[in-house]
């Protein structure tokens, strides 16, 4: 039997990302100077999906880096070697090619091969790393990766969600917004929410309910100064989104 290990192909302008790494606190909501190392941890996320993490937490910075492995990986077999210079990966992210900029990615890139996860939807099952190998020629500036291919079955049909990115690079430096979107991105018709289950889907390091539910309201205006979605929190509680 020909098994074919080639990523769903998408527009330049949408990053494709599993529905299960989307509904849940993987790539969370991290303060700033607030990354923990965590060691097994059981993530909060919906029903159906199961996730446990070792490593250190992963932001939804982490994500945009991650997803755009997936878009260089188009066209290849899952499994195979890509290469691409660093800038035009930064560009690709929204991202300027200084020095800060490029050292900031390649941390990315090893917090996603420092990470360990087990992961469950439903209908496949997966443990190891996110990046799988990253490897850079110092003298031409090239870099190359390797995905796990066993990553290929969180991409099936309806098990994925296509990540608009002019509205990403719009949230940028706006992690719950961010995160927000990434996660309503997945509901065709979002269900409603209690402001204290997407306090722990998101992994929010806040821990007073009122508190996150203020970070919540601006959140909600910003996702809806980005996308045109209908974002309100309502007298019980209840954050409701309604796409156009």
């Not at 969370?28 to 941890?41: F, I, L, Q």
């Not at 159906?48 to 991650?66: A, E, H, M, N, P």
Request: proline share 2%.
């Amino acid at each position: 039997m020909i098994v074919s290990y080639l990523l769903p192909s998408c527009s330049d302008k949408v990053r494709a990302v599993p529905n299960a790494v989307l509904r849940g606190a993987l790539f969370g909501v991290v303060g700033r100077g607030r990354r923990k190392h965590e060691d097994n941890v059981l993530k909060t996320t919906i029903n159906g999906i199961s996730l446990r993490y070792t490593g250190k937490q992963l932001d939804q910075s982490d994500l945009d880096v991650w997803a755009e492995c997936f878009r260089l990986n188009q066209g290849f077999r899952l499994g195979e070697e890509i290469f691409f210079s660093s800038k035009a990966f930064l560009l690709g992210i929204g991202r300027n090619n200084g020095k800060t900029d490029r050292d900031w990615l390649y941390s990315c890139f090893r917090r996603l091969m420092g990470a360990v996860v087990e992961i469950g939807d439903g209908h496949c099952f997966y443990t190891g790393q996110l990046l799988q190998h990253w490897y850079r020629d110092e003298k031409t500036g090239k870099n190359s990766l390797v995905l796990n291919q066993k990553l290929l079955p969180f991409f099936q049909t309806q098990f994925w969600t296509g990540l608009i990115l002019e509205q990403r690079l719009l949230l940028k430096n706006k992690s719950l917004a961010k995160w927000l979107h990434g996660f309503y991105s997945t509901h065709k018709n979002p269900f409603e929410y209690k402001v204290e289950k997407l306090m722990d889907l998101c992994g929010s390091d806040v821990v007073v309910v009122k508190t996150f539910k203020q970070k919540l309201k601006k959140a909600l205006i910003e996702l809806n100064s980005a996308t045109g979605w209908e974002c309100l929190i309502d007298e019980n509680h209840l954050v409701h989104v309604k796409k156009k």
